[in-house]
Each structure stands twice: as structure tokens, then as C-alpha cells.
């Protein structure tokens, strides 16, 4: 493997804690997962500053590691960063509103993820009156295959994407009901792209339903999912109902930010 760009020119070896910090964060995010030897080789550290700079990332929760492999991969806190610069971003700005009529509507609680890796990080919520409170807090990472708003957002990839990663994934049982069969996965991504809306039967959380759809930009390409959830028997003997209100939703915001839907045929 080649070293990353500017490596050995610049000798990161001999950079500041703070330039070589930031380079095993940015390694670490294009990796997803990696060994501490391997950040070091392939950037050209000593293997003694590597895992002190990895141990400090891991205590500051910038990192985390896997407990069966020891890889490292980014942590709650960057993501937590991550979510609050979303607040810049024309998303961030538009999609409040639309959450908050989504959820007196719906008379639940509305949900804005955007995908990292393979899953989705929280970054906006608005809740009804009526609505029952809820485990999930922004900054939240919930894998893709379990949840309504990851599955919204696979099912609008372009169908060869959406193979390739799911074909990579790893499909981590969450309850009895998620699915981890890639197959059983492609069918219902399959299912969720002809009608526009995707559901989690209790994938993700125990007694908690979600109903879900992409939010794509000017391009066509997509960039978020909102939701509505709540609990399972409530919502998902509304399935249907809510599942045309939460695409209408998502629809009217990907307008507002650009996209225009060019019809087929």
C-alpha cells in the first residue's frame, strides 16, 4: 500500500502531536477500521508514537476500539463533533420545520440521520405533544441494515451501490426481528426503493417502530433520512399511513434543497 498523501514528503514522523493526531483520525475514518500497527506503517510513524497518540484518541472517546480485533475506528465523540457542525449546513437549516410539522402530524417523534460509514448518526429531532419519549439522543449512531433510516437511505443508492455494500457490511443482529441475511436485506431494500418508504419492525430497538425516507440534494444523491418513531404497536399498525406522510415529508425537504424529481418515461 502506497502512503498517504504527503507522508513521507513531510516526514509526519517528525510533525507536532496535534498534525500527527489528526492524520490517524483522518487514516482511521477512510480506513473505518484498523489496526494501531498498521496506522503506523502505513503513515509512517514509529509504533511507539502510534499508540501513544491512539490511546489518548481512545481515552478522549475520538476513537474506539472492537473488542473481538482490537481495530480501531471513530469514536462517539468525533461523531458528536460531526453532528454539531451539521448546524452549518443548508440541511441543518431546512429541516427543522419540516421535521416539526412531520411530528404533529404524525403525532410521534421525527428523526434527521446522516450516513457515516455504515451507519446513520442523529443530528435532528422534534417531538409531538403526544409523543412517548425515546432512548435515541443526537449524536446517536445506529447501524444501516437495522434501522428505517438506514435502509431508507440504502434503498435510494443506485441499485450496484447498494449491492457492494451491503455485500460488505456486517449484519449484527440487534433483536430477534433485524435482519441479517444479505439476501433478506436486498429484498426489502428492494421493496423499500419501489415504494419510497422503509420500516423498522422492531429491528432496532425492542417495542420501538420507525417508518423512514431519503432526503436526497440538488443532484439526486442521498444525503439524510428522516423518520417518524415511536412505539412499535402505535406506529406500525400505521404503517402505511405514516409511511406516504414521512415520503411526502422527505420529498418537499430534498426539494427544497435543489432536487428536482425528473419523471420516468
Known amino acids: 500500500m502506497e502512503p498517504d498523501r ?19 483520525l483522518e487514516h482511521v475514518g477512510r480506513h473505518q477500521e484498523i489496526s494501531t500497527n498498521a496506522i503506523a506503517r502505513q503513515l509512517g510513524l514509529s509504533r511507539s508514537a502510534t499508540y501513544r497518540i491512539v490511546g489518548t484518541l481512545k481515552n478522549l472517546d475520538y476513537l474506539e476500539a472492537d473488542q473481538a480485533t482490537g481495530r480501531v475506528r471513530l469514536g462517539t465523540r468525533l461523531v458528536e463533533l460531526g453532528a454539531r457542525a451539521m448546524a ?4 441543518h437549516r431546512c429541516a427543522p420545520r419540516y421535521l416539526s410539522a412531520l411530528a404533529e402530524r404524525s403525532g410521534e ?20 405533544a403526544s ?11 445506529r447501524p444501516q441494515h437495522a434501522t428505517s433510516l438506514g435502509k431508507a437511505w440504502l434503498a435510494a443508492l443506485p441499485e450496484a451501490d447498494r449491492l457492494e455494500r451491503v455485500r460488505r457490511m456486517r449484519l449484527d443482529s440487534l433483536t430477534l426481528r433485524t435482519i441479517v441475511d444479505p439476501a433478506r436485506l436486498l429484498d426489502d431494500l428492494a421493496r423499500t426503493s419501489r415504494r419510497g418508504w422503509a420500516v423498522d419492525d422492531v429491528e ?3 417495542d420501538v417502530g420507525c417508518v423512514a425516507a431519503a432526503v436526497r440534494d440538488h443532484s439526486g444523491r442521498p444525503i439524510a433520512a428522516i423518520s417518524v418513531a415511536g412505539p412499535a404497536a402505535r406506529v406500525l399498525r400505521r404503517v402505511e399511513e405514516l409511511g406516504a406522510t414521512v415520503a411526502g415529508t422527505a420529498a418537499a425537504l430534498s426539494m427544497r ?9
Not at 257 to 265: A, K, M, N, T
Open 109 to 128: 417523534t421525527t428523526y434527521l440521520a446522516v450516513p457515516d460509514n455504515d451507519a446513520m448518526v442523529y443530528v435532528a429531532s422534534e417531538r409531538s
Open 131 to 141: 409523543a412517548v419519549t425515546l432512548a435515541c439522543r443526537l449524536g446517536t449512531r
Open 257 to 265: 434543497l435543489g432536487y428536482v424529481r425528473v419523471p420516468r418515461g
Open 204 to 206: 432496532n430497538e425492542p
Open 6 to 24: 504527503g507522508v513521507g514528503k513531510h516526514g509526519l514522523d517528525q510533525s507536532g502531536t496535534l498534525e500527527r493526531g489528526l492524520a490517524v
Open 88 to 91: 452549518a449546513t443548508d440541511l
